[in-house]
Nanobody
Framework: QVQLVESGGGLVQAGGSLRLSCANSGRTFSTYLVGWFRQAPGKEREFVAQINWSGSSTYYEASVKGRFTISRDNAKNTVYLQMNSLKPEDTAVYYC????????????????????WGQGTQVTVSS
């Protein structure tokens, strides 16, 4: 069973940084691909980043590339999203999600591509 818990959200000024964590309290997800998504009020959930099981391959949505970094520590059963140079438009609830089966080199940017989801953590960036 995969049970995801996000943490690290909060209120930050524009230009600031936050690091989100996604911990799995269930069985290990060290063999699974993990993604981060976000949903702003009144908008659809959108893809942010993904990381393969080993951490050797990552993929980012264009608007966060160069500012956000996804990483994982399989020994700690945790995936991180380091967010730098935050902008007000980054304000959203951020969710992590797990996909059990993946093909190396493929990107999975749709919500339906993922099997398990966390409850989300709020990120608010003030101008």
């Amino acid at each position: 069973q995969v049970q995801l818990v996000e943490s690290g959200g909060g209120l930050v000024q524009a230009g600031g940084s936050l690091r989100l964590s996604c911990a799995n309290s269930g069985r290990t997800f060290s063999t699974y691909l993990v993604g981060w998504f976000r949903q702003a009020p009144g908008k659809e959930r959108e893809f942010v980043a993904q990381i393969n099981w080993s951490g050797s391959s990552t993929y980012y949505e264009a608007s966060v590339k160069g500012r956000f970094t996804i990483s994982r520590d399989n020994a700690k059963n945790t995936v991180y999203l380091q967010m730098n140079s935050l902008k007000p438009e980054d304000t959203a609830v951020y969710y992590c999600a797990v996909r059990r089966r993946s093909i190396r080199g493929e990107s999975y940017s749709r919500s339906v591509d993922y099997d398990y989801w966390g409850q989300g953590t709020q990120v608010t960036v003030s101008s």
